[in-house]
DNA sequence: CTCATATATTGATGATTATCAATATCAGGG
DNA sequence: CCCTGATATTGATAATCATCAATATATGAG
């Protein structure tokens, strides 16, 4: 039920993948599959595009249930797996929620591709 | 029916992203959220990381099987997927397929995440 | 041509997912 | 306390997807 680390190092016993990385285990293969998973949807990819577009770097749900032609609930729904995944921050300021880009997240994603 | 150029120019009327990307509109979300749709399954993301790690650069199907626990046909599914992103290289040599990483498409796909 | 082998395609099935409508929670104002 | 507005959760439904069994295609050997 809560966020998983799933960007954080990983802890399947092996630290750091030693360099010379000879291939992917299945452990390995299904925690990295999981950002890919959360970026594998046009929405979604447009809600990360927004925030990261936006001024304060961070915008709430009221700001992006126009642009996309979906539902708040979808969007919420969206957003709350982008924060799953360890590429948004969400912090509730009153009435609000504000989400923001997690710093270095996106880089460390694409890191991801290059050490397959 | 044949593989989807979508790592290519975008084409879609706008050259290049003009630098200052305001936000990602839907059609160009749709074709970025492909590739990484390709890249949101474990097994892909194994079949990725084999053919890269392999002395020659190229893996058969029959060198793939093995790794991961699924049947021929899935495989070949899987990789079909691969090179429909525009990720894999497939080349037939007798009654062999070889599949090989398309140079530089991992590292266009990790800018992708750095023009979101 | 016939056979054996490697890969691809088809069709079906169970699992996952995106979306919405309805409802719940939660904070602030009166 | 009650109301209003913002966001989250639940339940249902349609679509997409991963997988397999069966079959098809294609290539080289004999």
């Given at each position: 039920?809560?966020?998983?680390?799933?960007?954080?190092?990983?802890?399947?016993?092996?630290?750091?993948?030693?360099?010379?990385?000879?291939?992917?285990?299945?452990?390995?293969?299904?925690?990295?599959?999981?950002?890919?998973?959360?970026?594998?949807?046009?929405?979604r990819?447009?809600?990360?595009?927004?925030?990261?577009?936006?001024?304060?770097?961070?915008?709430?749900?009221?700001?992006?249930?126009g642009?996309?032609?979906?539902?708040?609930?979808?969007?919420?729904?969206?957003?709350?797996?982008?924060?799953?995944?360890?590429?948004?921050?969400?912090?509730?300021?009153?009435?609000?929620?504000?989400?923001?880009?997690?710093?270095?997240?996106?880089?460390?994603?694409?890191?991801?591709?290059?050490?397959?």
């Open positions: 039920m809560n966020a998983l680390p799933i960007l954080e190092p990983t802890m399947d016993g092996t630290c750091c993948s030693p360099s010379g990385t000879p291939a992917l285990g299945a452990e390995e293969a299904k925690q990295k599959a999981l950002v890919f998973k959360a970026l594998a949807d046009p929405n990819l447009r809600l990360l595009s927004i925030v990261k577009a936006g001024e304060s770097g961070e915008a709430c749900v009221c700001d992006l249930t642009p996309l032609d979906l539902g708040q609930p979808t969007i919420s729904h969206h957003l709350k797996i982008l924060v799953e995944a360890g590429l948004l921050h969400r912090e509730k300021r009153g009435t609000w929620a504000y989400y923001s880009l997690v710093p270095g997240a996106l880089e460390e994603t694409a890191g991801l591709l290059a050490t397959l």
